[in-house]
């Protein structure tokens, strides 16, 4: 029977490449937003990837999102915390709600999400955890103290929770993604993308939101099986962590 996973914010951007590419891999595959019903909505029937709402800052709204995808879907053997926000400050003028925007979402909706589907998988001696992170929580960046440290602590998470799940089936992965382009990054300053960001990165252009796509299929499979507590890098040379 075909695994089921499912993607965190994975209805645009880079979630939206994984569901797809998940579901050409053969899995069953649910994605999940908080924003636009529409948009996902056009997603779900441009594609045909069932689509839930929650926000990944919510415990309860987690547990029972994922109590709603396992009764629709089966129980759930992938889990990509693909879900991420910014919002961008120098710090000397960063606000509480900023910080703590951030980190609800970057670090403590992994948290949350990871929680509901743990025991699961644990009872079950099989499962996938995929976080993807960022070149910036492995380097820092001017600007994203709060993005920054949200994403170094998804690093910590994924390390400890690898050697807790690695004698009960379940491995545990990170991928930083250098600049990927989505709307996350079309939001950046056009002059600041050719002027500043553009020159940094070796291979000369933005990734694809497919090429972090390929690596979460890898990490889901049973030939990565022996990769735990892993940062994969994918970020055209800007940085060698
Ligand atoms: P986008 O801004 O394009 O998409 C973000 C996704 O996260 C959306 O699907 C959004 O849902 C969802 N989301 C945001 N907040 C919540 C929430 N509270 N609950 C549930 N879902 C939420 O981002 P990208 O595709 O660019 O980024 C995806 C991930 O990759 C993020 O974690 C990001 O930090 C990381 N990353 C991106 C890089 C890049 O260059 N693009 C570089 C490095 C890391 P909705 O569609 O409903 O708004």
Redesign the pocket.
Known sequence: MARTALV????????AAIAVALREAGYTVGA?????DD??NEFRNRVGIPVFKW???DYEACGEGVAQVEAELGPIDVLVN????TRDAMFHKMTPAQWREVID??LT?VFNMTHCVWNGMRERRFGRVIN?S??NGQKGQAGQANYSAAKAGDLGLTKALAQEGARVGITVNAIC????G????RAIDEKVLNERILPLIPVGRLGE?EEIARCVVFLASDDAGFITGATISANGGQYFA
């Open positions: 965190s914010g994975g209805t645009r951007g880079i979630g999940t937003y908080v924003g636009s948009a996902a926000s990944v800052t693909n879900a991420g926000i979402t970057n909706g993807i960022s070149i993604p250098g600049y990927i989505t709307d996350m990054v939101p």
